[in-house]
């Protein structure tokens, strides 16, 4: 269709229906049996309301959603298609890592090849669109949803979620196996007071612009087809009715001219803000702010009509939203095929195929970070004697809280990876419960157990620790102990698991600890109980034989630490790129009157880009190779610099190494943080071998936001880091 079609269907759409093009529900209304991802309680929905509605969510198959598409385009009077959208975060039904562990990987080819799958996968069994990627900056540990995000970095997390998008969209999102990119939560979800989900968000403007925004922008620039509101405030304002940053910002500054959906109740979520007295005035702010669709809520099918007559809204408003909502479903193709890729005989096809399982399993290697590894206990011998102990050793849930696969079967666990290398001399015990007795899960349900039982799974990891050469320790953290909704107070490995750890490292001094996790965990003890300590996220579908594969010494664990990791959950929220204080701490106890704390070091146990592999790698001085007859290489605004390093493979065997480049702003008209990401590389090098990595200054990379809230670069004195992580010393000097 072209736009004037668009424009000429709208035009003869009733008030209803145009209401009805702009509300989402869920498939449970359509399917018993789908996916619930939020409150339905609230929701009291007409069969004739449900007869006009624009798009449906969290439901997929084939032959399923054919058939739901047949019945509403009959139904619609205008026999207008529905979009069909899911959270597809960390792949369809082959499950890659969650995004914490793809961001883990700094590696954005391997993070737009798997949304390249998902999106194989997803459109084939009839979805449409995506909620994905997730962007949020994230600094506090506590809040759960961590796992959603790629990190604490602006950069590191625009980069990946650009090439998300590019892997989801391709060239043509109407193409075969291509699907529309939603990036949420805009904006700053992440910054949620306390770590508490859905909480208030307070920051000042310069934060935001400078912290939060960028990584939403780099995907807006990629094209991304779709942005979701959050849940929280910003200036005290809910996002979903918050007309400056909709409107201002994503609409005149970024420049996105796309589908802006709520998240799931969000617009009559402003009646509980107390910023909407009923849901017929957040319908009001919410369309006054340019949000086009209203997901899980009534407010415009109930208040549009009723705002139209009473003059507080326009029909031009309206028609805006209804154009943008069926330009999707054109871009989509959905006019001329209603079904798009839905296939039942490409869901067998694609769907678990054995090129996904592959490039799951290498997308998990490639974000395990190797945390410590003392006395080289990795990677192990297929000869000597290994034991294998831990609730994880055996569970399938290991894909993270916003995965959903059909079949727990198609999951590989970690002792069927073990198996299927052929290790010898091996033996299992599942040595404890997830959790302790009684504990009450998200989902309601309880777990229990007798002491004697619990007795008995330690005896069993005990003995088999006592004969045997070295102790992996399977922990970490449940499936529903992290996600939305999963906020925590403490960030610890819970009671039951580390007391099998302490046993274990009772008896046995070679100690290997896996950690299965969402989100950073106080690891302080668990570093000193073991000789390595790795952690595995949730890896997904191939997590057997990935784990298998690089402890075993196949493959090497590809991972840097994305967000930092303290020494305890009272350090947080915590993150590299701070502001510098005026009394700053030098990282001891014995100090006096400084910025930091009187029972605790002020660093972090694992800072931002932390990670060891096999080898060792040394690194040259840095070296700034343009020569300006300046006592310092001088940047100017139509002038790069290039500043390199010489990486060498000290080790005996090959290894790959995340370089990372990190700038400094000396001086500022406002206070500058210590250090920013600006460019990483992965180099792999065989042993002995030396490379050259170079990377680009420009001028654009250090702007900011000034004293005048203009967003410019200030002339002053700059350092360039090169190192292996965030706490590198290596740099030269630079003026610009």
Same mark, same amino acid.
């Given at each position: 269709?072209?736009?004037?079609?668009?424009?000429?269907?709208?035009?003869?759409?009733?008030?209803?229906?145009?209401?009805?093009?702009?509300?989402?529900?869920?498939?449970?209304?359509?399917?018993?049996?789908?996916?619930?991802?939020?409150?339905?309680?609230?929701?009291?929905?007409?069969?004739?309301?449900?007869?006009?509605?624009?798009?449906?969510?969290?439901?997929?198959?084939?032959?399923?959603?054919?058939?739901?598409?047949?019945?509403?385009?009959?139904?619609?009077?205008?026999?207008?298609?529905?979009?069909?959208?899911?959270?597809?975060?960390?792949?369809?039904?082959?499950?890659?890592?969650?995004?914490?562990?793809?961001?883990?990987?700094?590696?954005?080819?391997?993070?737009?090849?798997?949304?390249?799958?998902?999106?194989?996968?997803?459109?084939?069994?009839?979805?449409?669109?995506?909620?994905?990627?997730?962007?949020?900056?994230?600094?506090?540990?506590?809040?759960?949803?961590?796992?959603?995000?790629?990190? #604490?970095? /602006?950069?590191?997390? +625009? &980069?990946?979620?650009?090439? =998300?998008?590019?892997? @989801?969209?391709?060239?043509?999102? *109407?193409?075969?196996?291509?699907?529309?990119?939603?990036?949420?939560?805009?904006?700053?979800?992440?910054?949620?007071?306390?770590?508490?989900?859905?909480?208030?968000?307070?920051?000042?403007?310069?934060?935001?612009?400078?912290?939060?925004?960028?990584?939403?922008?780099?995907?807006?620039?990629?094209?991304?087809?779709?942005?979701?509101?959050?849940?929280?405030?910003?200036?005290?304002?809910?996002?979903?009715?918050?007309?400056?940053?909709?409107?201002?910002?994503?609409?005149?500054?970024?420049?996105?001219?796309?589908?802006?959906?709520?998240?799931?109740?969000?617009?009559?979520?402003?009646?509980?803000?107390?910023?909407?007295?009923?849901?017929?005035?957040?319908? #009001?702010? /919410?369309?006054?702010? +340019? &949000?086009?669709?209203?997901? =899980?809520?009534?407010? @415009?099918?109930?208040?549009?009509? *009723?705002?139209?007559?009473?003059?507080?809204?326009?029909?031009?408003?309206?028609?805006?939203?209804?154009?943008?909502?069926?330009?999707?479903?054109?871009?989509?193709?959905?006019?001329?095929?209603?079904?798009?890729?839905?296939?039942?005989?490409?869901?067998?096809?694609?769907?678990?195929?054995?090129?996904?399982?592959?490039?799951?399993?290498?997308?998990?290697?490639?974000?395990?970070?190797?945390?410590?590894?003392?006395?080289?206990?990795?990677?192990?011998?297929?000869?000597?004697?290994?034991?294998?102990?831990?609730?994880?050793?055996?569970?399938?849930?290991?894909?993270?809280?916003?995965?959903?696969?059909?079949?727990?079967?198609?999951?590989?666990?970690?002792?069927?990876?073990?198996?299927?290398? +052929?290790?010898?001399?091996?033996?299992?015990?599942?040595?404890?419960?997830?959790?302790?007795?009684?504990?009450?899960?998200?989902?309601?349900?309880?777990?229990?157990?007798?002491?004697?039982?619990?007795?008995?799974?330690?005896?069993?990891?005990?003995?088999?620790?006592?004969?045997?050469?070295?102790?992996?320790?399977?922990?970490?953290?449940?499936?529903?102990?992290?996600?939305?909704?999963?906020?925590?107070?403490?960030?610890?490995?819970?009671?039951?698991?580390?007391?099998?750890?302490?046993?274990?490292?009772?008896?046995?001094?070679?100690?290997?600890?896996?950690?299965?996790?969402?989100?950073?965990?106080?690891?302080?003890?668990?570093?000193?109980?073991?000789?390595?300590?790795?952690?595995?996220?949730?890896?997904?579908?191939?997590?057997?034989?990935?784990?298998?594969?690089?402890?075993?010494?196949?493959?090497?664990?590809?991972?840097?630490?994305?967000?930092?990791?303290?020494?305890?959950?009272?350090?947080?929220?915590?993150?590299?790129?701070?502001?510098?204080?005026?009394?700053?701490?030098?990282?001891?106890?014995?100090?006096?009157?400084?910025?930091?704390?009187?029972?605790?070091?002020?660093?972090?146990?694992?800072?931002?880009?932390?990670?060891?592999?096999?080898?060792?790698?040394?690194?040259?001085?840095?070296?700034?190779?343009?020569?300006?007859?300046?006592?310092?290489?001088?940047?100017?605004?139509?002038?790069?610099?290039?500043?390199?390093?010489?990486?060498?493979?000290?080790?005996?065997?090959?290894?790959?190494?995340?370089?990372?480049?990190?700038?400094?702003?000396?001086?500022?008209?406002?206070?500058?943080?210590?250090?920013?990401?600006?460019?990483?590389?992965?180099?792999?090098?065989?042993?002995?071998?030396?490379?050259?990595?170079?990377?680009?200054?420009?001028?654009?990379?250090?702007?900011?936001?000034?004293?005048?809230?203009?967003?410019?670069?200030?002339?002053?004195?700059?350092?360039?880091?090169?190192?292996?992580?965030?706490?590198?010393?290596?740099?030269?000097?630079?003026?610009?």
């Amino acid at each position: 269709m072209t736009n004037e079609q668009i424009k000429a269907l709208i035009a003869d759409l009733s008030i209803e229906e145009k209401a009805g093009q702009l509300l989402q529900v869920a498939g449970n209304f359509y399917d018993k049996d789908s996916l619930t991802t939020g409150a339905l309680d609230y929701f009291k929905i007409t069969d004739k309301e449900l007869e006009l509605t624009g798009s449906i969510l969290s439901i997929s198959g084939a032959e399923k959603l054919k058939k739901i598409q047949d019945e509403c385009m009959a139904k619609q009077p205008h026999h207008i298609p529905q979009v069909f959208m899911l959270d597809i975060i960390n792949g369809y039904e082959t499950i890659y890592p969650v995004p914490m562990a793809q961001g883990a990987s700094f590696n954005p080819d391997m993070a737009k090849k798997c949304a390249a799958m998902a999106a194989i996968e997803g459109s084939a069994a009839g979805i449409h669109v995506t909620f994905s990627p997730m962007v949020d900056l994230v600094r506090d540990a506590r809040w759960g949803r961590v796992m959603e995000s790629t990190g #604490e970095d /602006s950069y590191l997390n +625009g &980069v990946l979620g650009a090439a =998300m998008v590019e892997g @989801y969209q391709g060239d043509d999102i *109407k193409s075969k196996g291509k699907m529309g990119a939603c990036v949420k939560h805009f904006a700053a979800y992440g910054g949620a007071e306390g770590g508490r989900d859905y909480d208030t968000v307070e920051l000042s403007e310069r934060t935001l612009r400078e912290e939060y925004l960028p990584a939403y922008k780099a995907c807006i620039d990629d094209g991304v087809k779709l942005v979701m509101t959050s849940f929280n405030t910003i200036k005290h304002v809910p996002a979903a009715g918050n007309k400056w940053l909709m409107k201002k910002v994503l609409r005149d500054e970024m420049g996105f001219d796309g589908m802006l959906i709520s998240d799931y109740g969000a617009i009559v979520e402003m009646v509980n803000h107390n910023i909407a007295k009923d849901e017929v005035q957040a319908a #009001e702010l /919410s369309i006054n702010a +340019g &949000v086009d669709m209203d997901m =899980m809520s009534l407010c @415009y099918v109930h208040g549009l009509k *009723k705002l139209l007559e009473e003059g507080k809204i326009s029909q031009e408003m309206i028609d805006e939203a209804v154009f943008r909502v069926l330009s999707l479903k054109n871009e989509l193709g959905l006019f001329d095929n209603p079904y798009k890729d839905a296939s039942a005989e490409d869901e067998k096809k694609y769907i678990l195929c054995d090129e996904h399982r592959k490039l799951a399993m290498e997308a998990a290697m490639d974000s395990f970070v190797l945390l410590e590894n003392d006395d080289k206990m990795l990677p192990l011998s297929k000869d000597e004697s290994v034991c294998f102990v831990g609730p994880f050793v055996d569970s399938k849930k290991v894909y993270g809280s916003w995965t959903f696969p059909s079949n727990d079967d198609s999951i590989v666990s970690i002792r069927q990876g073990i198996e299927n290398i +052929g290790a010898k001399n091996v033996s299992y015990a599942q040595g404890s419960q997830f959790l302790s007795n009684n504990m009450k899960l998200k989902n309601g349900e309880i777990l229990t157990y007798d002491d004697e039982a619990k007795e008995k799974l330690l005896k069993e990891a005990v003995d088999a620790a006592k004969s045997s050469s070295k102790a992996v320790v399977c922990i970490g953290e449940h499936a529903q102990f992290t996600g939305e909704a999963a906020s925590r107070t403490n960030i610890t490995i819970p009671e039951e698991q580390m007391e099998l750890l302490r046993a274990v490292s009772e008896v046995n001094e070679n100690v290997v600890t896996l950690v299965v996790n969402g989100r950073p965990l106080e690891l302080a003890e668990g570093k000193k109980l073991s000789k390595a300590v790795m952690v595995v996220w949730f890896p997904g579908t191939e997590t057997g034989n990935a784990i298998a594969n690089v402890i075993y010494g196949n493959n090497e664990p590809g991972g840097r630490v994305p967000m930092s990791f303290p020494y305890t959950v009272g350090q947080e929220p915590c993150y590299y790129n701070r502001l510098k204080s005026g009394r700053p701490n030098n990282g001891t106890l014995e100090q006096g009157y400084v910025m930091g704390y009187i029972d605790q070091i002020d660093k972090m146990l694992y800072p931002f880009g932390y990670g060891k592999t096999y080898t060792e790698f040394e690194y040259s001085t840095v070296e700034i190779e343009e020569k300006t007859g300046e006592e310092k290489p001088v940047l100017t605004l139509d002038k790069t610099l290039t500043a390199s390093v010489v990486i060498t493979n000290k080790g005996q065997r090959e290894g790959t190494e995340t370089v990372q480049m990190y700038v400094q702003d000396l001086f500022g008209s406002v206070c500058r943080p210590v250090k920013q990401l600006r460019g990483f590389e992965k180099v792999t090098l065989a042993p002995g071998e030396s490379k050259k990595v170079s990377f680009v200054i420009k001028e654009e990379m250090l702007r900011f936001y000034n004293i005048d809230m203009e967003y410019t670069s200030e002339a002053g004195d700059f350092k360039v880091y090169i190192g292996p992580d965030s706490e590198t010393d290596n740099f030269a000097e630079f003026v610009i």
